[in-house]
């Protein structure tokens, strides 16, 4: 089935949170992340291009190129479904401005496995799940026959989206009063450089039921239980490689708050905060009872309506002020970029973000082996790390672009200190052999 032509195509602003990801490019990094799903059989690659090309339709904000306009850049629904491609070496491969100015995402197929890769100003994670769903459920329908129903997020592909879809709903949900910016930089996770832009992704497989367990043990969600299992592996690190107390910098791990929670949007473009729970090593030692607590208490403080609707009006005043609209595109970008490079990247030592527990309709459980979530490196950081529970196990997939897998080694240490099991798989070579 073969998308049909139109004259006009549907185009949309970028949202407040995706106008700095154009700006923040640079040759060597595209701010990607990668959604898959991997079936209990091949991929049907005939069967998988007629589903891409009834899903596309359903979200032209998703399924989108990126533009560039006078003053801002823009998403326009693509005419076409982009190409199916083929598995690289290493996920998150660039994604060239030519290559967005054509479709901002990629659909990949290996073997078993179907991944979409998003550029982070099409949507968030919370979007992006949506669309792999529903890709995922036309696909299962025209592949075996079946009828999935629409919910957990699978969405009717032969309906329209809703105005509520397309919003920006960090406009409409903005607070009166803004907060500050002023925050403290982290320590910088440091290594040697890999060549040809090569990615290592290393994926702890841990069961849910052990994990759960011991989260409640402490009194904590499983969000902030491994936030606290990689914080502590940030500061056992950081000891290795800073013996001086005096010259330690504060651990400091970003964690993405899905606003969906806090406001009755609907929107699938992006709407997404963070919290930035932090540790001080010069203060002293820092027990696991302690590193949940100061987590906790920093996201029940902070993942709040008031509190996330000031932060959402401190980037949404900078947009609406008219002197910042009347900037040409070229001089925005240039000053976006040195925002992004001193407030955005040197505020945290890596990003943890978690898709929570996914629910998919009861028959394509059957045909679902398991999903993951990477996200890519930072712009001016070596480590990033996505995770999401699917069926009995959690999914934690680190992605790096140095050679040594130290944050890594610390990580599954802290586990094993734990007593978590844990299965490590690695694109690359076995973490015990680095």
């Known amino acids: 089935m073969a998308i049909s032509k139109v004259k ?34 091949d991929v049907d690659i005939d069967v998988l291009r007629s589903a891409l090309d009834v899903t596309v339709k359903r979200f032209p904000s998703i399924a989108a190129s990126l533009r560039r306009g006078v003053f801002w850049y823009y998403l326009e629904e693509v005419e076409n479904a982009p190409d199916i491609l083929e598995e690289k070496s290493y996920p998150l491969v660039y994604m060239s401005h030519n290559e967005m100015r054509k479709c901002a995402l990629r659909v990949i197929v290996y073997k078993d496995r179907i991944a979409v890769e998003f550029f982070h100003s099409l949507t968030d994670g919370t979007g992006a799940l949506i669309f792999l769903k529903s890709l995922t459920a036309e696909y299962l329908e025209q592949k075996h026959g079946i009828k999935v129903p629409c919910e957990h997020g699978v969405m009717d592909r032969t309906e329209s989206p809703s105005p509520e879809e397309l919003e920006d709903s960090f406009l409409k949900y903005a607070g009166k009063v803004p ?30 039921k052990e994990s759960l367990a011991l989260a ?41 708050v899905n606003l969906r929670q806090l406001f009755p949007s609907k929107s699938l473009r992006n709407f997404a905060m963070y919290t930035i ?19 906790r208490c920093k996201m029940e ?4 309506s008031k509190h996330m609707g000031s932060v959402i009006a401190t980037n949404v005043n900078d947009e ?25 990247e040197r505020k945290s030592c890596l990003t943890l973000s978690n898709l929570g527990l996914i629910k998919l309709p009861e028959i394509m459980k059957q045909y679902i082996r398991r999903m993951d979530f990477i996200l890519g490196v930072q712009a001016a950081a070596p480590y990033n790390c996505g995770m999401l529970s699917y069926n009995d196990t959690v999914y934690i997939n680190f992605i790096r672009n140095i050679r040594e897998p130290a ?4 990580f599954f240490a802290v586990l094993q200190n734990m007593g978590i099991p844990a299965t490590v798989e690695s694109n690359y070579s076995n973490l015990e052999n680095n």
């Not at 299992?229 to 791990?253: D, Y």
């Not at 609406?320 to 925002?339: E, F, H, S, T």
Request: hydrophobic share 40%.
């Open 8 to 41: 006009h195509l549907h185009w949309v602003r970028l949202d407040n949170a995706a106008k700095i990801y154009p700006a923040a490019r640079r040759r060597n990094w595209s701010n990607v992340f990668r959604q898959s799903v991997t079936f209990y059989e």
């Open 179 to 208: 907060s500050s910016r002023k925050d403290t930089d982290a320590w910088r996770l440091s290594g040697e450089i890999e060549k040809d832009a090569f990615l290592h992704q290393t994926c702890f497989q841990v069961p849910v």
């Open 216 to 256: 409640h043990k402490h009194g904590v969600s499983l969000t902030v239980f491994f936030s606290a299992v990689i914080m502590e592996a940030l500061l056992n690190l950081q000891k290795e490689k800073v013996p001086s107390i005096k010259r330690r910098k504060r651990i400091k791990l970003l964690i993405p």
């Open 277 to 295: 729970p932090e540790l001080d090593p010069r203060l002293g030692e820092y027990d696991f009872d302690e590193i949940c607590k100061i987590i």
């Open 301 to 304: 403080t902070e993942i709040t």
């Open 320 to 344: 609406l002020n008219p002197l910042v609209r009347l900037i040409p595109l070229p001089l925005k970008n240039l000053v976006m970029k040195a925002v992004f490079d001193t407030v955005g």
């Open 407 to 410: 944050l890594e080694r610390h």
